[in-house]
Structures are given as structure tokens and as C-alpha cells.
């Protein structure tokens, strides 16, 4: 059934939406289009975005532009993000086999450098070897983003990071923002070595916090928040080797802390009365974004950073944000459109 185009009639009464944004490699080009599809709707006004890894470049990507110039700034830079994403891979050892290539596989299963690179991950450490000294984001990301520009933004971002030392999160904001913060966010261990930021160790935030939902409670006025989703929570069937046992464990460490709090948020809307101080936790309006193609891509396709994958994904990322509005566009400012009830079955 084809989806028709959500209004973008500009007399729509504003409507505040706070966005949580995942982590996933390359898999965030999803998100980017899932951004250029709501952005096209002026009576979408974003309040603020929690980010982690790939989600924290897209939002700081989005409110650096929006600061500046607007909405189509915004989409424009995001592509221009990307682009800069997909050429500085252009090199990378990591590619696709022939054989992917002729089938049409996105993934790097397959890929004698990926398959070397995840052998030697298992015994070596990045402090071991040179691919662990530097990140190719670091220069994408200083040309893409104006962090003077970011710090006075007027969408307030909360970017995760997971301190190494304490295992806990650490949410960073617009004035703390830098490259830095940016590449610890979506620091994986056995990719990189650890960013140091103000004397302290980070790796990536969806260890801790993927993404982190508690600011966007605590500190911002909007009751509505639209989750973009791109690891999946559940999958069919047991996984049976090596690489998918790990693979299904990440996604499920990386999903566990959204999860409870998502499973807290359910649990204050039965208990708490509405003139309580945690009123704000009980009242939130949840929604999500997602698509049925994130569960079908392997792990690997994650370091897939071709230009044709990524205008893949943003297509598809723009289909589901599409069908979102057609569907639950009026559900925003009125009620939940994702059932977090029902992660306290059985608990």
C-alpha cells in the first residue's frame, strides 16, 4: 500500500518535538534521511536531540546548519556530511568482495581485509597496531560542523559518551561540544584507541546510553519524543556462529540502556499522580521511526560506507519517517504511538 505525502501546510499549529538518535556506523544514513524527511515539515519545530555515535554527527551536523540558515541549511548539510563520509572511505581496505558486488550483498562478510581485520580485533588491541591511532572522521567532521556556530544553537543536544574509568555516561551539551566529543562518542574499542577529553578516557556512548532519554525529560519542555531506531531489539531465531553470537550481543548491549528507560518511563505513567515532581517522566508521548531493513543488514555492512549504500539507506530512512507522518502525524502532541507498556511484561 503506497503512502500518501503528510501535509506541509505551514498554517499547522507548531508542533515541539524532542529526537533520539541511535548509533550505528554507516547504518546512521538512515537517520539522515529519516532527518531530511522531517525537516521538510515546517510545523515540526525540534526543541532538542539526544545523539549517540553516528546519531550524534547527524544532530550536531543538523543543528550546526539550522543555527545558521535554517531547515534546507540543515538537509543540505547533512547530504554534504555523508558525501564527505563516503569519499573519505573511498580508500579504506574494508570494501565489498566481488562476489558481494555481483549479488548485491551490502555487507563485508565476505571481504578478505574485513575478514583479517575481525580476526586480528580478537587478539589485538588498537594500542597495539597503527589502524588504532587515528579516526578519518576527525578531519569530515571539522569541516562539516562550525562548533562556535553549535554552542549557541537554539536545539539543544545531548551527546553520550561512556567514561572508560567508571563505565557510566557522560552527556555532553551544545557549548561542550567538539570533534573530540564527537569521535568519543562513536569510539568502538577494538576500532580506536580511547578519546581523552578533560583528562578522562572515553569509548562510544551506546554502551551507556543509546541514546541517552534523560535530558531530554529533565531538561526540555516538549512531551513528545521521536525515537529513530536503527538497532533492532528483537531478532528471529537463535544466532549459531561465532560472528552473529557477537553481533546479536552488541545490539542487545547497545539497546539495554534506552530499554530501561523506556521500561522507567512506563512504569511512572502508572504510578505517578500529575502534580508530582516527576510529572514530566509520566506524561512523555513516545513515538519511533524505524524500518523492517535495518534487521535484514548484517553487522559488517555498519563499515559499508560506498555512496550508493548510504543513498540507499537515506531513502529508505526518508520511506519510513514518510509513513510515520502519514500515519501518526496527528498522534504528535496527542499520545504515544509506541507502546513502552509493554516492556513491563513479565517484569
Known sequence: MSVQPASADARRPAQLVDLALQGGGAHGAFTWGVLDRLLEEPWLVIEAVSG???????AAVMAAAHASAGNEAAREALEAFWRRVSRAATFSPLQRSPMDVLLGRWSLDHSPAYIAFDMMARVFSPYDLAFGAGNPLTGVLAESIDFKCLAAAPIKLFITATNVRTGRPRVFRNSELSPDVLLASACLPA??????????????????GNPTMTPLVQECVSDDTILVAINPVERPGIPRSARDILNRLNEVSFNAVLLKELRMMALLRQVTSQDSEVAHWSRMRVHMITSDLMAKLGSSSKLNAEWAFLCLLRDEGRRAAEAFLAVHGEDLGQRSTLDIDRLLEGV
Do not use: K, P, R
Request: net charge negative.
Open 191 to 208: 576500532m580506536f584507541q580511547a578519546v581523552e577529553i578533560d583528562g578522562e578516557a572515553y569509548w562510544d556512548g551506546g554502551y551507556s
Open 52 to 58: 549517540t555515535s553516528a546519531g550524534a554527527m547527524n
